[in-house]
């Protein structure tokens, strides 16, 4: 590289050996890694085994600052007095490495320049000339770092590495795209690609919140890969009662269903992730979406497939309902669904009415009868449709997952740098990234992408002063969207006669809002909403007499509200919505407040539609309204047993945000609240977490409580996270548990650490675990902490080689790694006993007999037909999961030890001799399999007699009871879901569990 040309005369002999102190030697031991390794794990001044101090990085940075002005001469020198201000802001900058959100490769790629410039800024208080040192200055470290990545003993290897990964990726593609587009007419091919250009259009942008003339952000640079975390539905090896799954992120958990219902609260990032996959589809825009290859995306909102006639369309009207502006050639869209390329994205199923799901449900199914090899995702809120909706038609139920504090703090940033420069200082970030992390109720504020988007508009729109709380955060963004945004900018909006002040248009949205809440829409006709302007006009004084209103006026005052606002969208059918639900719920709640409508709400409090609605109204209400609105949802849940759970939790609820309730109210919901617990599933956790940390409050202590009941609530204080969390997790461990279920608990507290602050959690809770408890690793953060753990398990996101350089290989006992490629990391595991590897590769798989000292092995595999034979001979394969479609076991007489057998999906693959082949593993004792897969076994005439303990996953009936005690006669131990109960299985000599279901 060249080194001259950056405007500072400094010899590289100075200057490298300074920057090569920044980062850590290379483990003498290493080897190849296959896998970019993180700026974090590199830096020698961050984790456990940090070999540079603060102190000395300022050290370091002052002898950069001396060797530059020695080299400038005695005229170009910066005055002495400067000195130490360069050395200090050139120290917090090149700290800045290790925050920095990429790897050794991508910095590369980068060059010096552009990842100087991801730096922390220096202070703008020096004068110009110290600015100037500073930039290049930390230029010229960039330059030399950039080099000194490029010398290192594994780059070269690595990325000739990746390059030949790289070309394999692509000919998959391509093969993919050979295989899923057949032979097209011209004209097929010819509208595909304007429809691929147009999704991209119209998809590839996020609107900025708070921003005023930039507010569309490319979608490619926004988007948060969000994690996901599986529903009902887990493995269960040999009877152990399993964890849910460690939450992954999105993409490669929809890369691995083919047909999912996701769950996620208002502003949790349902629609973004619709917008991605389209995008994704077109453009390839992630390493993890090569299964969206040739597929051809159809984003339909429910709201607007029900027509007025109160049918759902077939293929041939996709594109008219979703709004596109194309006409396909005729039978295009059942051509593409024929042919499997289809990727259905049904968004927000909650916005139709209650009464109308079952008949998108069928509607949903009448599709995958016509068309079944198509891929889909459906999107809803949590609780507006049952548990297991879709399971029949092998639909893998998956919750976002609230945002982790890694996953704030790159929001945060992505934020400020999609204003910047014009609107936003690094410096900006780096404030509301402290106020975060120092003010708890910020961090509890931002869990998901709509409201952390808020905090980042406010905290810049109000120089860094912010509200506390949901409700008041909705307030202040709605006053800064009505009335802050065009004051600030000069705008006068005098085409109507009449001004608008930001009490006008509270109550002018609001009555919309209100109307469209009352009618069960969330779309109004225009001209319903002018009518409803104009009828509000009239009683409204908005700076001019109070009286008759024209239709004239309304549609101007309509069409102030719609371009100043940014709250209403009107689409080209002349239909209006709210740019946000959460905007149209706050405004519908101070409308019913305005109107008197306390009995209104109350009664339409168990609709799932309402509950926002009725919480608002609580934290909007006076004193009075507020305990009158409280105590009608104690008394009417305590008459109706049918949403009496419901009603008593949104009571719990509303405390959140209520500033001030009397003790007696106080009482009376936390003493209904208490009946409803301890939780006993997964699903009641999270629905008690919903409701925030007042849950903690009337939490049970942790004794008497069996092992459902202290999963669950260990899990419900995990969910809300942050220090309240982590503090009630404390005080539990301390009360203690009963013995019989605290390995279990232990074992769900070494799966949390993801959910917290990773320093913070090691600090406080790890020293309570025993080394041979299993800790998960989902982030870099975590991977200092784990040179006394013993067993691990690593997510996708966690580079193995970085997890395996910091712990101790010696006494490192298990390991359950989600993907496995490169089996170099193997050889330097000589003393593992346990291994799970989620997705092995081939190479990995040939590799299994170097670990001499292993007992356990346990492994997914996708083509059994094609990986059992490379495993060696003798491998302890403990248990083994099929992904869907997998089929060939003719090669498991070898592994002799096999004693669970997971079958994933309904469709499953296994032929009769496959079944057979099952007889053959002498040990084979367990098998998990789908309730819906179990008329495959009458199809296949199984008989399996020393199979005797089956789990079944899903939904559960007699009749599928019936035909499991005939395929398995040696069945002892049978488990289940439900709804069945044990009543249900006439199975003499059998021990039937049934997991609990949830209550609410």
């Known amino acids: 590289m060249e080194l001259a040309g950056i405007g500072l005369r400094l010899a590289s002999s100075a200057v490298a050996p300074l920057v090569r102190k920044l980062f850590r030697q290379d483990d003498p031991g290493a080897g190849l890694v296959d896998k970019p390794v993180r700026l974090s794990a590199l830096v020698s001044f961050k984790g456990e085994h940090r070999t540079l101090t603060e102190q000395d990085l300022r050290k370091l940075a002052r002898e950069l600052v001396r060797a530059a002005v020695r080299s400038a001469g005695p005229h170009d020198a910066l005055p002495v007095e400067q000195h130490e201000a360069v050395a200090q802001e050139l120290a917090r900058s090149l700290h800045g490495l290790g925050d920095l959100d990429m790897d050794d490769a991508q910095a590369v790629r980068l060059g010096h320049v552009r990842l100087a410039d991801a730096l922390p800024p220096c202070d703008e208080g020096l004068s110009v000339d110290a600015q100037l040192l500073h930039e290049r200055l930390v230029r010229l470290a960039c330059l030399h770092i950039v080099e000194f990545f490029t010398k290192r003993s594994t780059f070269v290897a690595r990325t000739l590495l990746e390059q030949t990964r790289q070309i394999d990726r692509i000919v998959t593609a391509l093969d993919l795209l050979v295989e899923r587009v057949p032979a097209q007419s011209a004209e097929d091919a010819g509208f595909e690609e304007r429809y691929r250009r147009y999704l991209v259009r119209r998809h590839g942008q996020l609107t900025i919140h708070g921003i005023d003339d930039a507010g569309e952000w490319p979608l490619a640079d926004a988007y948060l890969s969000l994690e996901i975390a599986e529903g009902e539905e887990r493995r269960t090896r040999n009877g152990e009662r399993p964890l849910p799954s460690p939450p992954q992120r999105a993409e490669r958990a929809l890369a691995e269903r083919k047909r999912v219902l996701l769950r996620g609260g208002t502003g949790a990032g349902k629609t973004t992730l619709v917008q991605w996959l389209a995008v994704a589809a077109e453009q390839g825009i992630s390493e993890e979406s090569p299964y969206l290859i040739g597929l051809v995306p159809f984003v339909l909102r429910v709201r607007h497939l029900l027509g007025r006639e109160g049918r759902l369309p077939g293929p041939e009207r996709f594109l008219e309902l979703a709004d596109c502006p194309y006409a396909p050639p005729s039978g295009w869209a059942e051509r593409v669904l024929e042919a499997g390329r289809g990727l259905l994205l049904i968004d927000d199923v909650d916005e139709v009415p209650q009464e109308n799901r079952e008949q998108v449900r069928r509607w949903i199914r009448q599709l995958l009868a016509a068309f079944p090899g198509n891929r889909w995702l459906v999107t809803t809120r949590p609780s507006a449709v049952p548990l297991d909706w879709l399971a029949a038609q092998d639909f893998a139920e998956f919750r976002l997952a609230p945002m982790r504090s890694d996953d704030i703090e790159h929001f945060i940033r992505r934020w400020h740098q999609a204003a910047a420069p014009r609107y936003s200082r690094a410096s900006e970030s780096e404030a509301l990234l402290s106020a975060v992390r120092r003010q708890r109720d910020l961090g509890t504020l931002a869990t998901n992408p709509l409201l952390c988007a808020l905090l980042c508009a406010l905290h810049h729109q109000r120089h860094g002063f912010l509200p506390a709380g949901r409700t008041t955060l909705y307030l202040a963004a709605l006053e800064m969207m009505l009335v802050r945004r065009d004051r600030e900018r000069g705008i006068q909006r005098n085409s109507s006669p009449r001004r608008l002040d930001a009490d006008v248009q509270f109550t002018l949205l609001g009555r919309i809002a209100y109307w469209m809440i009352r009618n069960d829409c969330r779309e109004i006709e225009r001209a319903d909403a002018v009518k409803l302007i104009g009828q509000s006009l009239a009683g409204v004084p908005v700076g001019g007499p109070v009286g008759a209103t024209t239709e004239q006026d309304a549609a101007r005052v309509y069409r102030q509200l719609l371009e100043g606002s940014g709250l209403l969208r009107e689409q080209r059918d002349g239909m209006v919505d709210f740019a946000h639900p959460t905007f149209q ?9 305005e109107v008197r409508d306390l009995p209104l709400l109350v009664s339409n409090a168990h609709k799932e539609r309402w509950n926002d609605v009725v919480a608002m109204a609580v934290a909007q209400g006076r004193s009075g309204d507020r305990e009158r609105l409280l105590l009608d949802l104690v008394s009417r849940g305590d008459e109706s047993a049918e949403h009496r759970v419901r009603l008593h939790l949104l009571a719990l609820s509303c405390l959140a945000e209520a500033h001030r309730v009397e003790p007696r109210v106080l009482y009376l919901i936390e003493q209904r609240a208490a009946a409803l617990l301890p939780p006993r599933t997964w699903e009641e956790a999270a629905t008690l977490a919903a409701v925030g940390q007042t849950v903690l409050s009337v939490l049970p202590a942790p004794g008497g409580l069996t092992e459902e ?10 969910r809300i996270g942050g220090t309240a969390g982590c503090d009630w997790l404390l005080w539990a461990l301390g009360v203690g548990f009963d013995d019989r279920v605290t390995e279990a608990v232990q074992r769900a507290l070494g799966d949390a650490w993801g959910h917290f602050d990773a320093d913070a959690y090691a600090l406080a809770v790890l020293p309570q675990l025993p080394p041979d408890i299993p800790v998960t690793v989902t982030s870099s953060e975590q991977i200092p902490h784990l040179a006394r753990r013993h067993h691990l398990r690593v997510g996708h996101e966690v580079p193995l080689e970085d997890v ?9 006992r298990s390991l359950d790694v989600a993907v496995l490629e490169d089996p170099a990391v193997l050889r330097r595991l000589h003393a593992l006993e346990r291994l799970s590897i989620g997705r092995p590769s081939k190479a990995v798989l040939r590799s299994l007999g170097v670990l001499t ?10 083509d059994p037909e094609r990986e059992l034979p490379v495993i060696p001979s003798g491998t302890p394969i403990t248990a083994l999961t099929l992904a869907p479609g997998a089929h060939g076991l003719a090669e498991l007489a070898r592994f002799p030890r096999l004693e669970t057998m997971v079958l994933q999906g309904i469709d499953t693959a296994l032929t009769p001799d496959d079944w057979q082949h099952l007889r053959t593993a002498p040990q084979l004792r367990h098998l998990v399999l789908p309730a819906a897969a179990v008329p495959h076994l009458r199809t296949h005439a199984v008989t399996c007699p020393d199979i005797t303990a ?4 899903g939904h559960t009936d007699s009749a599928v009871i019936g035909l499991v ?9 049978l488990r289940m879901p439900g709804p069945c109960g044990p009543e249900d299985a006439d199975l003499p000599g059998v021990a039937v569990s049934v997991a609990p279901r949830p209550r609410y």
């Open 950 to 953: 089956v789990t079944l996953t």
């Open 585 to 593: 719920d706050y405004l519908g709640a101070r409308a019913a407040l």
């Open 965 to 973: 005690a005939a395929a398995f006669p040696g069945l002892r131990t």
């Open 853 to 862: 000292s292993l007992n356990e092995c346990d492994l997914t595999l996708a």
């Open 804 to 812: 395996v350089a910091q712990v101790d290989r010696e006494r490192l």
């Open 709 to 718: 009941q202290a999963l669950a609530c260990v899990e419900t204080a995990v």
